[in-house]
Every structure is written in structure tokens, then in C-alpha cells.
């Protein structure tokens, strides 16, 4: 079983910035891509980005291309969610998840190509 904790979440003002953190358990972290998704009030959860298994290649969604950047550590078992230039419309509940394929390289956008998610940490955006 593997066991996401994201941190790092909290309340920033517009054009700020935030650094989410994704702690996993397990000895297979460095084999898997990992996505981060997002979910706001009333909304679907969305993809944000994600990054291969070996940190080669990152995905972003249109929304948050140019001010979001993915990077992991598969050394310490984490991976993060840099994000800079925030918006009002960038709070949701951030999720951190992992691919559910090793040493899959390609573009990850669907939920059902995860197989474990985190419990998520809360970005709130104040205008």
C-alpha cells in the first residue's frame, strides 16, 4: 500500500506564492510518474501537471502553463508543485496522486491513469 501526504497548502494573496509537497511511502516511488490535480468548490477535480518517472518530462494544463513548475526528488520520495503568480481562480484542494503504469513516460491528464491519491491540502487565493 502507498500512502500520499501532501503539504504545504494555505492562504496567499494574489500574485503570490506557494510550494506543495507530496510525501510518499514505499520503496517504488523513482518507478512511477505522479500527478498533481486539483479540485475547487462546485467544480470537477482537473488536472494540473505531472512529471515522469524519472523527472525527464513535465505536463502542465493550460490553465496553469508559465506559473506552475513540477519537480520531484526521488531520493527523499517527493515530489512538489511550485507555483507562482497565483490566482483567485487557483484555489481548490490540490492532490498529489500516482501514476498507475512504472516507468510510464507519456502525458497522464485522466484520473482513472492514477492509482493512489493523496488526502489533498487546501490553497486558498485571496483577491
Known amino acids: 500500500q502507498v500512502q500520499l501526504v501532501e503539504s504545504g497548502g494555505g492562504l496567499v494573496q494574489a500574485g503570490g506564492s506557494l510550494r506543495l509537497s507530496c510525501a510518499a511511502s514505499g520503496r517504488t516511488f523513482s518507478m512511477y510518474a505522479m500527478g498533481w490535480f486539483r479540485q475547487a468548490p462546485g467544480k470537477e477535480r482537473e488536472f494540473v501537471g505531472s512529471?515522469?518517472?524519472?523527472?525527464?518530462?513535465?505536463y502542465y494544463g493550460d490553465h496553469v502553463q508559465g506559473r506552475f513548475t513540477i519537480s520531484r526528488d526521488n531520493a527523499k520520495n517527493t515530489v512538489y508543485l511550485q507555483m507562482i503568480r497565483l490566482k483567485p481562480e487557483d484555489t481548490a484542494v490540490y492532490y498529489c496522486?500516482?501514476?498507475?503504469?512504472?516507468?510510464?513516460?507519456?502525458?497522464?491528464?485522466?484520473?482513472?491513469?492514477?492509482?493512489?491519491w493523496g488526502q489533498g491540502t487546501q490553497v486558498t487565493v485571496s483577491s
Open positions: 512529471i515522469t518517472w524519472n523527472g525527464g518530462r513535465t
Open positions: 496522486a500516482r501514476n498507475a503504469k512504472p516507468f510510464y513516460d507519456g502525458q497522464i491528464i485522466l484520473q482513472e491513469q492514477y492509482d493512489y
